[in-house]
């Protein structure tokens, strides 16, 4: 079947299988505008000569009789129009020559093209009655109809009436003087509800192969379209510059105005909108709090900002659901939300707000807060390029408020770091790659008492001392392959001496090398001395230990050898050839005794006896004493202050130091020659000196004593360790000499220095605090004449109770030759067991504290449970002061410490049993 399209001579129609597309029919007239031959057309797919296949399948398959699709022939933007016959099997294609622009045509698209830039237009054609021949489904879609509804009906009756006559008379005029194209009209056409449509068409007339007009084709725009693309691309450009105008602000505005140029977005966004408030909300506390930050409102719109601070988020449920999805909430109208919506609702009524839209406001996928526009006073839909527009504000926003933060936490960051710098009790210091100082923080004049400006530029490593400085060097070749070392202990160069710090360096990179290293130094001076402090007070305590354990035997042991001192000194002539080894036994039984008290002194075993002394005869009694056993090729050189000065000290004590440092002075000497001298100084310090040594700033009164020798001299890593206990450069030496002096001065918060060079000598200076004569006054002692033992023969009954059987023998031997019978017992069980039994006999007992099976102190006690009048000797070579005190309470025992003279012994026996 041939359809009426075929037949036409003004249009072109193409008639193809419905299922396979294929071309089966063609008339003449599409024959010449497709300029080809039947053979070339027929048989063809119509993909061949069709744009825009895809759109054109499912829709023709769907057997409608509507003009299913417009497109246009390839390569001649030809407006092609296609339908559906009746039968189903079949569809035609029906297009027309398009009109050619000419000098009469006025250029119609091209001038629209370079107001509104590229728009779409419709087409349609109708013969010399008006019947419409074809029409774009959009142009049809304008007027209110469906294309079946048009299709040859007298299109010229949808223009306005008054209209139509017009465009008669000018169709007509036109063919008749053989013009094709008319002048660009503006019609109006009716819209199936009765509106005015305007539309601008630029038309020709068609003619057939005799030149016989046959109709009118028109490309046709709606007069409205141009209009709005006008007001768009005007708008377009008010966005481009809205946009570069931000961008631009941002850009040059420093971190501390970014929140003004927020606020100036706001207001500019906002007139530009022509919305009634404008703002900012941000998230804090996990999203569950909200706080307005920024705002913008109109004239005559009350500001809210104040009142929307640390809202709760739960208040707007349905809200957060779009933010969290980063979704935009769009409200033309409040008052139509959802009943979901119901809190938001009533929050955004409460504040009059008929319309809004809300950006949020995100850092990647996390949100951060929202932005919102509000319209107040009217209703307001937001433009999608408009929506586009808040979606770059956002974007700028987040951008800005990172780099806010960004800068804010940098700057936070350099002010802690910098407070941290000049406040941190730890030394902080910057080097460069090549070891020099960039920069110090106040702690290191702290520390190490230098201005910091002395060292700034200069080696770090000048400051260490130089032993050490081969391991810093190291570990700053460490840090420049880029690693960091492990913390170490160095000695540093204080102004007033060394101190110890503990550095660690930590290398900053910059492309992969050490630019910079950076320090931190802790000083642990006052640590070492506090582990020295515990080490020392450890190493007393082990002496305390050894002290207690040998204290007993060793002056048990001394005992002895005094008591057979005094046997043989009392058996020998003054002028016997053996008399002066005596007296050396008699000196090694000194020396013995002393030795035991500095072992007790260091383990706090023994308490001093604190008297006022005075220094110089205290010196003068020691010298007198040595130069006994000197060599006379050792000179003693005193130059002892005339003003006398008083100390408080145990006399016992400063007897030793003395002592010990002459003897030491002496073997200094003789390791370098066999003569030299001694010299020993006393003076009383005046104010100003005493000032000048800061340890004795709080001492008023403060003596000097220096001993001084030319001997080999000390070397400094000696004098480090010279008050150790048990240190020693002789080979026969105790090591306690020196610490006993140590111990002894600082008792009485006195201050030692020591000066000394290797092969010249040394000298040590003791800074002792005086005291007044008034404090202890010296008792006078009274001459009386010295008693000589009586035999009292079997009068005297003594209990000796001594576990010692050398010592208990020696002791009975004595006591016998001055007529004492004596009960030697050595347990004190077997004591207890015997006075029970000659409680009456026993005129006095000895009893020794260390005694097995009973003490000495709980059998005195038990004696004295028995008989109260007995006197009870107790003897010891070791008592804890507390033990000490609690014996010496009672006045029936008197307490004798080993290792006791003999004599001393004998005359308290005399005195005693004289009195009884």
């Keep these: 079947m041939e359809h009426f399209f075929l037949k036409q001579k003004t249009l072109g ?28 057309v027929k048989g063809k797919k119509i ?35 296609a339908s559906v016959l009746q039968d189903g099997k079949w569809g035609v294609i029906v297009f027309v020559d398009s009109p050619a622009p000419d000098a009469d045509n006025l250029q119609f698209l091209p001038y629209l093209r370079q107001i509104v830039g590229s728009i779409d237009y419709d087409y349609l054609a109708l013969d010399l009655n008006g019947a419409l021949l074809g029409m774009t489904r959009n142009l049809c879609r304008e007027l209110g109809y469906e294309t079946h509804q048009l299709l040859g009906k007298n299109i010229l009756q949808t223009i306005v009436a008054e209209e139509q006559n017009d465009i008669w008379r000018l169709l007509l005029q036109n063919a008749s003087s053989k013009i094709s194209h008319l002048p660009m009209m503006q019609t109006r056409f009716v819209h199936r509800n009765g509106k005015r449509v305007d539309f601008i068409l630029s038309a020709r007339i068609l003619y057939d192969g005799q030149k016989k007009p046959v109709g009118m084709a028109a490309t046709c725009v709606n007069l409205a379209e141009i209009s709005e693309r006008i007001f768009q691309r005007k708008k377009t450009g ?85 933010l969290l999805r980063n979704e935009i909430i769009h409200i033309p109208q409040v008052s139509a ?22 950006v949020p406001l995100t850092e990647g996928e996390n949100l951060i807060g929202f932005i919102g526009f509000d319209s107040v006073r009217r209703a307001k839909f937001w433009a999608p390029e408009d929506i586009n ?43 460069d790659d090549g070891g020099q100082v960039l920069s110090l923080n106040p702690a290191f004049k702290k520390i190490t008492g230098h201005e910091i400006e002395e060292f700034l530029k200069t080696p770090f490593v000048e400051l260490i001392v130089e032993e050490d400085r081969s391991v810093f060097k190291e570990q700053l070749e460490i840090c420049l392959r880029g690693e960091a070392p492990p913390s170490h202990e160095f000695r540093i160069r204080g102004y007033d001496g060394e101190k110890v710090v503990d550095l660690i360096l930590i290398p900053l990179q910059e492309k992969g090398k050490a630019r910079v290293i950076f320090g931190i130094g802790r000083d642990v001076t006052e640590r070492k001395i506090l582990e020295e402090s515990l080490r020392r007070a450890e190493r007393l305590k082990s002496i305390g230990t050894l002290a207690g354990g040998i204290a007993h035997d060793f002056n048990n042991i001394l005992e002895i050898l005094l008591g057979n001192y005094t046997i043989l000194k009392d058996a020998l002539a003054p002028d016997s050839e053996l008399y002066f080894s005596l007296e050396l036994i008699r000196q090694a039984i000194e020396r013995g005794k002393n030795l035991v008290h500095n072992l007790l002194t260091f383990a706090s075993k023994k308490e001093p006896k604190y008297i006022v ?60 020659k066999p003569q030299g001298t001694i010299t020993i100084r006393t003076k009383v310090l005046s104010k100003e000196a005493i000032k000048s040594i800061p340890r004795l700033s709080d001492i008023s009164h403060v003596a000097l004593l220096e001993i001084e020798d030319d001997g080999i001299g000390i070397d400094d890593q000696t004098q480090k360790f010279l008050f150790d206990p048990f240190f020693t450069t002789k080979k026969r030496g105790t090591g306690l000499g020196l610490s006993v002096v140590f111990g002894v001065v600082k008792s009485i ?24 004569p008034a404090e202890q006054p010296v008792k006078k002692t009274v001459q009386t004449e010295k008693k000589s033992p009586v035999r009292h023969g079997s009068q005297a009954r003594i209990l000796l109770v001594e576990d010692d059987t050398l010592l208990s023998k020696m002791l009975t031997y004595i006591l016998n030759r001055y007529g004492y019978r004596v009960q030697q017992i050595y347990s004190g069980r077997q004591a207890l067991t015997y006075f029970e039994n000659h409680a009456d006999e026993i ?3 000895i009893l020794d504290y260390d005694i097995p099976e009973l003490n000495g102190w709980e059998l005195a006690q038990k004696i004295l449970q028995r008989r109260v009048d007995l006197k009870i000797i107790l003897t010891s070579g070791f008592l804890d002061p507390e033990v000490r005190e609690r014996i010496e309470e009672h006045d029936e025992i008197k307490l004798f410490e080993k290792p006791y003279e003999p004599e001393q012994l004998l005359e308290y026996l005399i005195d005693y049993l004289d009195q009884k």
């Design 389 to 431: 527009l808040l979606k770059i504000v956002s974007s700028v926003f987040v951008s800005s408020l990172i780099r806010k933060n960004a800068e804010l936490s940098l700057a936070d960051s350099e002010r802690r770091y910098r407070t941290l710098f000049n406040i941190a009790p730890d030394l902080i210091f910057v080097l």
């Design 613 to 672: 002394l005075d220094l110089n005869k205290e010196i003068m009694h020691v010298v007198e004493l040595l130069q006994q056993t000197t060599p006379r090729a050792i000179y003693f050189d005193l130059h002892l202050s005339e003003e006398r000065i008083w100390i408080r000290f145990d006399q016992v004590q400063i007897q030793q130091m003395i002592l010990n440092l002459c003897l030491n002075a002496i073997d200094a000497i003789k390791a370098k």
């Design 238 to 322: 008010m966005l481009e510059g809205i946009i570069a105008r931000i961008s631009s602000m941002f850009a040059q505005s420093p971190s501390y105005k970014l929140d003004d140029c927020i606020n100036e977005t706001l207001k500019i966004v906002g007139e530009y909108a022509g919305v009634d408030r404008s703002y900012v909300f941000l998230f804090r506390e996990n999203l569950q709090i909200m706080d307005n930050t920024h705002e913008w409102c109109a004239p005559g719109i009350e500001p809210q900002i104040q009142n929307l601070q640390g809202l709760p988020s739960k208040l707007v449920p349905w809200w957060m659901k779009f």
């Design 337 to 358: 939300l959802p009943e979901e919506a119901s809190s938001e609702k009533e929050i955004l009524e409460e504040q009059d707000i008929q319309s809004l839209i809300v």
């Design 749 to 772: 918060k006195g201050h030692i220095q020591i000066k000394s060079v290797p092969g010249e000598g040394s000298c040590f200076s003791f800074y002792l605090p005086m005291t007044a």
């Design 843 to 845: 005129d006095l007992a």
């Design 13 to 40: 129609a193409l008639q193809f299988e419905l299922e396979e597309l294929t071309v089966v029919a063609v008339n003449q007239r599409a024959l010449q505008i497709l300029n080809k031959r039947p053979e070339k």
């Design 47 to 81: 993909t061949t000569f069709l744009a825009g296949m895809d759109q054109i399948k499912e829709r023709l398959h769907t057997r409608s009789r509507e003009i299913l699709w417009e497109g246009f022939l390839v390569n001649l933007r030809t407006p092609v129009f």
